[in-house]
């Protein structure tokens, strides 16, 4: 069991006020990912959560029970940090059996379960290593296995794959969401990176200063974005959003087209927007162009990898009209 | 230094220092080796010429040579257990954030900055006299017999003025080491259920390792050395029961005008520190290793 549920959680550092006030409900077995622009106060729910920063009021249930107040080896959940802290001293087994030896386990019990996470993390033949001999990847799953032996009610997950590389880093998300189908333990995992957030989740969680701007699944996301902010980090390339006459149009304040929801021509039609080519990249599968558009700005259009263009070509965009998001003055969805 | 030119002239620009530094050095051991085989008394003039053995042969038959060695050793090793221990202790606070901290460092390392033979003046006529001194005073109010210190635990009262000392220089050597021990590590540890005992031992100090090993090897080859201290305090006595080897090197040497002797005893004490900084590397070096 692992049911996280947050009532009204405000934190604040004496006068600066990192989190308003957070209502949030985790179900039992779920993958939520927080995500939100740096500073957005994402890692200081995380501890919150974990129990390593005080909570200056509301309340903190875990399965039901309020943890606000305990310390964070009662509460049972077991985090992943970004520098791993692996305990440099000690060698993987022991790096992994130290939650164990800590809750005195008898000896044959830490031995089976640290067999058990070795297996199932690929460490095994790397047992009596010290954390500095392994690579990246490695000390990763050495930081997860000394998660798994808990078996806590939760992972906590906070920036994890940030000092990975690319290559890595998809790797290891997708290990992170296989542990998560065999395990179906409760796992809350912290990242800055839409990408990551889109793939690992099954709800996810954006803040902005504090602030919950939407709570769903990753598509309900992309497609019914709540406000600007949300469509704006949702997405890669970003939306492109436009103002004025063009949006009174559509009788809101402001709209946005994401750069896949083009059609692009390069003869003229009508109500087709006019644009100059600026940059145009090319990755092959995709083509991502900056076309200056009269009268709107840059946009950001993506189109398949095979057609070709260059910088000052002339080309019309037409804007697919059921994907077209509304937003009002405040930013919020029509 | 990549071309054979330049280190040729590096190495032509650095001679002269190093040939100033080996004279520096190698010339009174040489002289000390020299006279450590010569008969030579301040007292009696007439008395010269080769001794052989017979220098070495006087300082180490002293059965105060012995007593010396054996007082080396626990004044070495019991400021290093005051120190280390007491240091980690003080580390251990002065990590926690509380109001003033930069002034409370300042004024916990200041110790170090006063001149040994000062201290031990201070310490001396300020609290350990038995007549006027603070701890004198202290034990009177209690209606106790005040402890004439330097008569009755010469040695310890020394330990106590050197350990003091050498605290500061403890302490600051292992608060930096405990401050860069990361954050998160600390905080996995406690999610991973160690308790504050727990955690000292099996993070903080398995990261403090190499520092304590620091201190216990540059704190080791100043205090076998140890000689203000002594002198202004006990002098070496009662008896010798506070004399260290370098305290009976100046004994024999200066205060018995034994010029040869004192030489040998000199020697001695070189081959002595070596033992010990071999002993030493072995125990602990193995903690330097990256």
């Known amino acids: 069991m692992g049911s996280i549920s947050l009532q009204h959680v405000k934190k604040s550092f004496g006068e600066v006020q990192i989190i308003p006030d957070i209502s949030l409900d985790i179900k039992d077995g779920e993958f939520v990912v927080f995500v939100g622009p740096s500073g957005c106060g994402k890692s200081t729910l995380l501890r ?34 970004q520098s791993y802290a692996l305990y440099p001293h000690m060698s993987v087994r022991d790096n992994i059996a130290f939650p164990l030896k800590m809750a005195k386990a008898p000896k044959e019990v830490i031995d089976q379960k640290v067999e058990y996470a070795a297996r199932t993390l690929n460490l095994s033949s790397y047992l009596d290593r010290r954390p ?9 799953r050495v930081a997860i296995g000394r998660a798994i032996v808990r078996e806590p009610k939760a992972f906590l997950f906070d920036e994890p794959l940030s000092n990975l590389d690319a290559a890595l880093r998809v790797n290891m998300r997708l290990e992170i969401t296989e542990l998560h189908q065999q395990l179906k ?5 912290v990242t800055h990176d839409q990408v990551e957030a889109m793939t690992m989740a099954d709800r996810i969680v954006v803040l902005n200063a504090g602030n919950v701007e939407q709570f769903g699944s990753p598509l309900d996301l992309y497609k019914k974005p709540a406000n600007r902010f949300v469509a704006g980090f949702i997405g890669s390339p970003k939306m492109n959003f436009i103002d004025g006459s063009e949006a009174a149009k559509h009788n809101a304040h ?26 145009a990249e090319q990755l092959g599968s995709d083509t991502f162009l900056h076309v200056h558009v009269e009268g709107l700005g840059l946009m950001t259009i993506r189109t398949d990898g095979d057609q070709t263009f260059s910088h000052g070509d002339d080309v019309y965009l037409t804007p697919d009209p059921t994907r077209i998001y509304r937003f009002d003055a405040a930013g919020l969805a029509i | 230094m990549a071309t054979a030119q330049t280190r040729t002239l590096s190495r032509v620009m650095m001679a002269p220092a190093v040939i100033v530094l080996l004279i520096w050095m190698i010339v009174p051991l040489v002289m000390t080796l020299w006279f450590s085989f010569q008969n030579y008394s301040l007292i009696n003039p007439m008395m010269t010429g080769f001794a052989g053995w017979g220098n070495y042969r006087y300082v180490l038959g002293d059965p105060s040579f012995t007593q010396s060695l054996i007082n080396t050793l626990i004044l070495v090793g019991g ?18 954030p509380i109001w003033g901290q930069g002034i409370l460092r300042i004024i916990v390392i200041s110790p170090f900055f006063v001149m040994p033979p000062v201290a031990a003046l201070i310490w001396k006529n300020g609290f350990m006299h038995p007549g006027y001194g ?24 020394v330990i106590v003025i050197v350990a003091w000392q050498w605290l500061p220089f403890a302490t600051l050597i292992l608060l ?34 190499r520092s304590i090993t620091i201190v216990i090897l540059i704190q080791t080859i100043f205090l076998l050395g140890i000689f203000a201290e002594i002198r202004v305090t006990t002098g070496g006595g009662p008896g010798y029961a506070s004399t260290n080897i370098a305290f009976l090197v100046f004994r024999t040497g200066i205060l018995s005008n034994d010029i040869g002797a004192g030489s040998a005893g000199g020697v001695v004490a070189v081959v002595i520190a070596n033992i010990v900084a071999i002993f030493l590397m072995r125990a602990v070096g193995k903690n330097l290793d990256a």
Request: aromatic share 8%.
């Open chain 2, 134 to 157: 603070m701890l004198g005073h202290l034990w009177k109010a209690f209606g106790l017999q005040p402890v004439d210190w330097f008569n009755q635990y010469p040695l310890f009262s």
């Open chain 1, 48 to 81: 919150l959560i974990a129990g390593l920063e005080d909570t200056t009021s509301g309340q903190i249930l875990l399965d039901g029970e309020d943890m606000t107040k305990a310390p964070p080896a009662r509460r049972g959940l077991a985090m992943v940090f």
């Open chain 1, 185 to 189: 333990t409760t796992m809350i995992y």
């Open chain 1, 132 to 140: 500095r001999a392994l690579s990246g990847g490695q000390r990763q």
């Open chain 2, 79 to 96: 400021v290093l257990v005051i120190t280390i221990v007491g240091g980690t202790l003080l580390a251990l606070l002065l990590d926690q």
């Open chain 2, 176 to 209: 930096t080491a405990l401050q860069s021990l990361s954050e998160e590590q600390r905080e996995a540890a406690e999610m991973d259920g160690a308790n504050a005992i727990n955690r000292f031992y099996y993070i903080i100090l398995p990261h403090m390792a």
């Open chain 1, 254 to 279: 402001s709209i946005g087209v994401r750069p896949e929801h083009f059609t692009l021509a390069t003869s003229a039609t009508s109500d087709a927007w006019k644009g100059k080519v600026g940059v």
